[in-house]
T-cell receptor
Framework: QKEVEQNSGPLSVPEGAIASLNCTYS??????FFWYRQYSGKSPELIMS????GDKEDGRFTAQLNKASQYVSLLIRDSQPSDSATYLC???????????FGTGTQLKVEL | ETGVTQSPTHLIKTRGQQVTLRCSSQ?????VSWYQQALGQGPQFIFQ???????GRGNFPPRFSGLQFPNYSSELNVNALELDDSALYLC??????????????FGEGSRLTVL
């Protein structure tokens, strides 16, 4: 079982729709959770962090965390073509000082 | 722009050679980590340096080694290159107060091709 699992996609949504990206993780002691956006040919860029159960909203982005189910999600409201990118879920486990990434979900926002 | 700079941006090596990649962290950031990202995959943690000491390592063999300097810049060295080492190598820094978080600032990476 992979430590962090994501559907690789591509996930296609029309402009203006809500994009829903999902991630599961295997290590129950994981402490903090992140979503990074990576445009093609570029490096990852942090867009959301979440540390406790529930929802966290920042502009058009909402991160959701359910530690009991070991599940993290990212909602993007009013999706724009500029949101087309690969979204990487990342989980931090303090014991190893390492951030573990999933393989990423490719999002395509179509006009 | 994250303020993290890496060099070189692209390089080509042959199998068996050695390579050194360099990273300058963002001002005020004393923790640097390195990641390997193969095509179509997420970044894989190689190691982390804090105050010039390695304080975390992923599942990479000893031929992957690193250094951090007093000015917090860093190097990644890979010996005896193999074809599978071809990847984008990412350096990421974070401030001291972010020591135990995954809020990283990535450089643009060094793309290594091993022939």
């Amino acid at each position: 079982q992979k430590e962090v699992e994501q559907n690789s996609g591509p996930l296609s949504v029309p402009e203006g729709a809500i994009a829903s990206l999902n991630c599961t993780y295997s290590d129950r002691v994981s402490q903090s959770f992140f979503w990074y956006r990576q445009y093609s040919g570029k490096s990852p860029e942090l867009i959301m962090s979440i540390y406790s159960n529930g929802d966290k909203e920042d502009g058009r982005f909402t991160a959701q965390l359910n530690k009991a189910s070991q599940y993290v999600s990212l909602l993007i409201r009013d999706s724009q073509p500029s949101d087309s990118a690969t979204y990487l879920c990342a989980v931090f486990t303090g014991g190893g000082n390492k951030l573990t990434f999933g393989t990423g979900t490719q999002l395509k926002v179509e006009l | 722009e994250t303020g993290v700079t890496q060099s070189p941006t692209h390089l080509i090596k042959t199998r068996g050679q050695q390579v050194t990649l360099r990273c300058s962290s963002q001002s005020g950031h004393n923790t640097v980590s390195w990641y390997q990202q193969a095509l179509g995959q997420g970044p894989q943690f190689i190691f982390q340096y804090y105050r010039e000491e390695e304080n975390g390592r992923g599942n990479f063999p000893p031929r992957f080694s690193g250094l951090q300097f007093p000015n917090y810049s860093s190097e990644l060295n890979v010996n005896a290159l193999e074809l599978d080492d071809s990847a984008l190598y990412l350096c990421a820094s974070r401030p001291s107060h972010g020591l135990n978080t995954g809020e990283l600032f990535f450089g643009e990476g060094s793309r290594l091709t091993v022939l």
